[in-house]
């Protein structure tokens, strides 16, 4: 199997800022491409308006754009989100075999918390825009190709890849954040996020200096990761598991 | 700076106006002994007249820097304590504090550098007393045996480290806008990193429940949990997003952690510092 999933590297940004997440099997998307593939039936190509008079040009208004600024942010969490909560629903709904009551306790209070995450997002937003549903990210679909969930090792994998790549993002979002009460949810968020990272670390190596290991936190300034919306969405792009596709052009 | 000046920064008035007011702070702080009350109170900030402090309103990164200082200089010295004090089983209890320890000392010297990189003066690390005044013995100094000793060292690394993610997210606010913002975010998570794995260390979950401090945790204890029940988020009962378990109320509060105020970190912090 793979060991990461999702890597989580920082990436080049591409020359013209757009920052397409990858259809699965299909690379980079192109504007062409795109317009092929808007048979979508969720909502997703819907126009994307945004309040800010001069934004970067939207190539392909079929497409949701994030947006722009606070919007961007809780758009992007609210992407980041939705992911967690549909990979831990199919985790609960059919357990791996074999799994032990501790780990059974933890998957379940992640796929709990996920869940209520992604949902508060969806109606903070919705009242963030007035009711605008052009600007409220759609409900994505999700394809996990060929992990097993029946597999301890590949779902406690992917669950702490995901779970450390969702405190890197929030971590590196906050200075995007120009709201005070957005950037505490924020703050409240992340930091349940690393709970989870922590504990999912340690049912992969119990015992171990893994739940803050140094392959996470840097030795000498005792910092976690931060990384930039561009360089997460492309790492989580390469998984294939998002396949409605967004860009996130008014992000860095 | 002097950290007794700088906590009393973050001090209301009423906190510390008098003797009955620092009385009612300690009984807020749960079941210390009177003798504890006694010894442990950090008189010196109750001696500081307020006013002369009056002007700052401890509501600017640096000072938010301050406070993050003052939390890693307990933390460090904690853990360094207990990692010499042989109290520590081999094993696993003693790789996660060897993790913890060398991640404080590295905040410290983090926050002391960008500190002075700012062109402030680092507050100096305040003397502490893990035994809050002879009630705790941690360290198994005074012989209150191996067991009880590390019973203690775990149930006040979780209420540091529980302390810790509140206090940083507390401060976010006054780092908007500032460079330090960012890596505050990340100490913050490290800490949380942190407080998960003390607290499955104790058998616990490693998310809050409501405002539950969690089993073998002393009543003094309850000040680092007290809010953490709060469903309200950006306006929003998040209970009431759905009828299924992942809106209940323990899931509900675990989701979300809260922040402490300067002024309830100071508190809980100040319980620790002798001067």
């Given at each position: 199997m793979k060991k990461n999933i999702v890597r989580?590297?920082?990436?080049?940004?591409?020359?013209?800022?757009?920052?397409?997440l990858r259809l699965g099997g299909?690379?980079?998307?192109?504007?062409?491409?795109?317009?092929?593939?808007?048979?979508?039936?969720?909502?997703?190509?819907?126009?994307?308006?945004?309040?800010?008079?001069?934004?970067?040009?939207?190539?392909?208004?079929?497409?949701?754009?994030?947006?722009?600024?606070?919007?961007?942010?809780?758009?992007?969490?609210?992407?980041?989100?939705q992911l967690e909560a549909d990979f831990y629903t199919k985790v609960v709904n059919s357990f791996y075999g074999?799994i032990?009551?501790?780990e059974?306790?933890?998957l379940?209070?992640l796929y709990?918390?996920e869940?209520?995450?992604?949902?508060?997002?969806?109606?903070?937003?919705?009242?963030?825009?007035?009711?605008?549903?052009?600007?409220?990210?759609?409900?994505l679909e999700f394809d996990y190709g060929g992990l097993d969930f029946g597999n301890r090792e590949q779902v406690l994998t992917t669950a702490s890849v995901l779970e450390d790549t969702?405190?890197?993002?929030?971590?590196?979002?906050?200075?995007?954040?120009?709201?005070?009460?957005?950037?505490?949810?924020?703050?409240?968020?992340?930091?349940?996020?690393?709970?989870?990272?922590?504990?999912i670390?340690?049912?992969l190596?119990?015992?171990?200096?893994?739940?803050?290991?140094?392959?996470?936190?840097?030795?000498?300034?005792?910092?976690?990761?931060?990384?930039?919306?561009?360089?997460?969405?492309?790492a989580v792009g390469a998984t294939g598991f998002i396949t409605?596709?967004?860009?996130?052009?008014?992000?860095? | 700076?002097?950290?007794?000046?700088?906590?009393?920064?973050?001090?209301?008035?009423?906190?510390?106006?008098?003797?009955?007011?620092?009385?009612?702070?300690?009984?807020?702080?749960?079941?210390?002994?009177?003798?504890?009350?006694?010894?442990?109170?950090?008189?010196?900030?109750?001696?500081?007249?307020?006013?002369?402090?009056?002007?700052?309103?401890?509501?600017?990164?640096?000072?938010?820097?301050?406070?993050?200082?003052?939390?890693?200089?307990?933390?460090?010295?904690?853990?360094?304590?207990?990692?010499?004090?042989?109290?520590?089983?081999?094993?696993?209890?003693?790789?996660?504090?060897?993790?913890?320890?060398?991640?404080?000392?590295?905040?410290?010297?983090?926050?002391?550098?960008?500190?002075?990189?700012?062109?402030?003066?680092?507050?100096?690390?305040?003397?502490?007393?893990?035994?809050?005044?002879?009630?705790?013995?941690?360290?198994?100094?005074?012989?209150?045996?191996?067991?009880?000793?590390?019973?203690?060292?775990?149930?006040?690394?979780?209420?540091?480290?529980?302390?810790?993610?509140?206090?940083?997210?507390?401060?976010?606010?006054?780092?908007?806008?500032?460079?330090?913002?960012?890596?505050?975010?990340?100490?913050?998570?490290?800490?949380?990193?942190?407080?998960?794995?003390?607290?499955?260390?104790?058998?616990?979950?490693?998310?809050?429940?409501?405002?539950?401090?969690?089993?073998?945790?002393?009543?003094?204890?309850?000040?680092?949990?007290?809010?953490?029940?709060?469903?309200?988020?950006?306006?929003?009962?998040?209970?009431?997003?759905?009828?299924?378990?992942?809106?209940?109320?323990?899931?509900?509060?675990?989701?979300?952690?809260?922040?402490?105020?300067?002024?309830?970190?100071?508190?809980?912090?100040?319980?620790?510092?002798?001067?």
């Amino acid at each position: 199997m793979k060991k990461n999933i999702v890597r989580v590297e920082p990436v080049k940004k591409s020359t013209n800022r757009r920052q397409f997440l990858r259809l699965g099997g299909m690379g980079v998307v192109g504007a062409g491409l795109l317009v092929a593939c808007s048979n979508d039936d969720n909502g997703a190509m819907t126009p994307s308006p945004t309040p800010d008079p001069d934004p970067e040009p939207n190539p392909d208004p079929m497409v949701f754009d994030l947006g722009e600024g606070d919007l961007g942010v809780l758009n992007y969490a609210y992407a980041l989100e939705q992911l967690e909560a549909d990979f831990y629903t199919k985790v609960v709904n059919s357990f791996y075999g074999n799994i032990s009551d501790e780990e059974m306790q933890v998957l379940t209070d992640l796929y709990y918390h996920e869940v209520n995450h992604r949902d508060f997002f969806k109606a903070a937003i919705t009242a963030a825009v007035d009711g605008n549903a052009n600007l409220v990210l759609p409900t994505l679909e999700f394809d996990y190709g060929g992990l097993d969930f029946g597999n301890r090792e590949q779902v406690l994998t992917t669950a702490s890849v995901l779970e450390d790549t969702g405190v890197a993002a929030y971590n590196g979002a906050g200075r995007l954040i120009t709201d005070p009460g957005y950037l505490l949810l924020a703050g409240k968020i992340v930091s349940v996020e690393a709970r989870h990272a922590s504990a999912i670390r340690t049912l992969l190596n119990p015992g171990s200096a893994d739940f803050a290991g140094d392959d996470y936190v840097t030795t000498d300034t005792g910092l976690s990761a931060a990384l930039d919306p561009s360089a997460i969405l492309a790492a989580v792009g390469a998984t294939g598991f998002i396949t409605t596709p967004f860009t996130a052009n008014n992000l860095p | 700076m002097d950290i007794i000046k700088f906590l009393d920064r973050f001090t209301n008035e009423s906190l510390l106006d008098s003797k009955s007011t620092r009385r009612d702070m300690f009984g807020a702080l749960g079941s210390f002994s009177k003798k504890a009350a006694l010894s442990a109170i950090p008189f010196g900030l109750a001696t500081m007249p307020n006013k002369t402090y009056a002007q700052e309103s401890g509501n600017d990164p640096v000072s938010a820097l301050q406070l993050a200082l003052t939390l890693e200089y307990l933390e460090d010295e904690f853990y360094d304590l207990a990692l010499q004090s042989g109290v520590l089983p081999s094993g696993r209890p003693e790789t996660v504090y060897m993790q913890i320890s060398k991640h404080e000392q590295a905040h410290v010297d983090f926050l002391r550098a960008g500190l002075e990189g700012a062109g402030a003066t680092p507050v100096e690390k305040p003397t502490f007393d893990f035994t809050v005044g002879g009630t705790f013995d941690p360290f198994n100094e005074n012989g209150v045996g191996q067991e009880t000793a590390y019973a203690q060292l775990l149930a006040l690394a979780q209420a540091f480290e529980d302390t810790g993610v509140r206090a940083y997210k507390g401060q976010a606010g006054n780092l908007l806008g500032s460079d330090f913002l960012t890596p505050a975010l990340q100490i913050h998570a490290v800490e949380a990193m942190h407080a998960s794995e003390i607290r499955r260390l104790r058998t616990l979950k490693g998310w809050i429940t409501g405002n539950e401090r969690g089993d073998g945790m002393p009543e003094a204890t309850q000040a680092v949990y007290n809010g953490e029940e709060n469903v309200i988020q950006g306006g929003l009962d998040v209970t009431t997003l759905g009828s299924d378990e992942p809106f209940s109320m323990e899931a509900s509060t675990e989701a979300y952690d809260e922040p402490l105020s300067g002024d309830d970190a100071v508190a809980i912090a100040s319980l620790f510092i002798v001067e």
